[in-house]
């Protein structure tokens, strides 16, 4: 099974801040990493596909790159509805897998 | 607008076996796309259980697929997934979703079913 691997697993932040969360492989994916919001009692949204492909609806604050092993995602200037957990997931070959998640709190 | 709507037994006991059915509208099983289980503990991270696609091919998670069964039903527009002999850490909210055309990038989510095995 490929192996990821997100950091930090928590960060506080202000509103109006960036931040930026990585995630990495334990080998090689490609491009295929997707990330997803998940806020408390909801099902996760896909945001961005493909390491950096923005879904349609997805807040234009929100991007991705990377490639091979190591990815990331940046928030720009944090909005309240931001604070949530976010994952990434390999979808390169099966049993797709996720990164245990990154919790972004307000400070 | 696809929607996907997950139903199950909610409480459960140990070695009994687990039915969930995802009910989908908007969109046709037959249209293609994968369709499929994911699942997450109470307050832990996201496990892919498996995938379907409408003919019935399938495929698993290996720490799963001992115990495991997806199935579609394309004539009811839903698909389905049993899990044998439960346990304790069985335990977990279950989620459905279709995938994009990439078969592992669930892009809608049902609101998910939560499972408690409880003796």
């Known amino acids: 099974d490929i192996q990821m691997t997100q950091s930090p697993s928590s960060l506080s932040a202000s509103i109006g801040d960036t931040v930026t969360i990585t995630c990495r492989a334990s080998?090689?994916?490609?491009?295929?990493l997707n990330w997803y919001q998940q806020r408390p009692g909801k099902a996760p949204k896909l945001l961005i596909s493909d390491a950096s492909t923005s879904q349609t609806g997805a807040p234009s604050n929100f991007s991705g790159g990377g490639s091979g092993t190591d990815f990331t995602l940046t928030i720009s200037s944090l909005q309240s509805e931001d604070f949530a957990t976010y994952y990434c997931q390999q979808s390169y070959s099966t049993p797709y897998t996720f990164g245990q998640g990154t919790k972004v709190e307000i400070k | 607008q696809v929607q996907l709507q997950e139903s199950g037994p909610g409480l459960m006991k140990p070695s009994e076996t687990l039915s969930l059915t995802c009910a989908v509208s908007g969109d046709s099983i037959s249209n293609g796309y994968y369709w499929g289980w994911i699942r997450q503990p109470p307050g832990k991270g996201l496990e892919w259980i498996g995938s379907i696609y409408y003919t019935g091919s399938t495929f698993y998670n290996p720490s799963l697929e001992s115990r495991l069964t997806i199935s579609v039903d394309t004539s009811k527009n839903q698909f389905s997934l049993k899990l044998n002999s439960v346990s304790a850490s069985d335990t977990a909210r279950y989620f459905c979703a279709r995938s994009t055309a990439t078969t592992g990038t669930f892009v809608y989510w049902g609101q998910g079913s939560l499972v408690t095995v409880s003796s």
């Open positions: 080998r090689s994916i490609s491009r295929y």
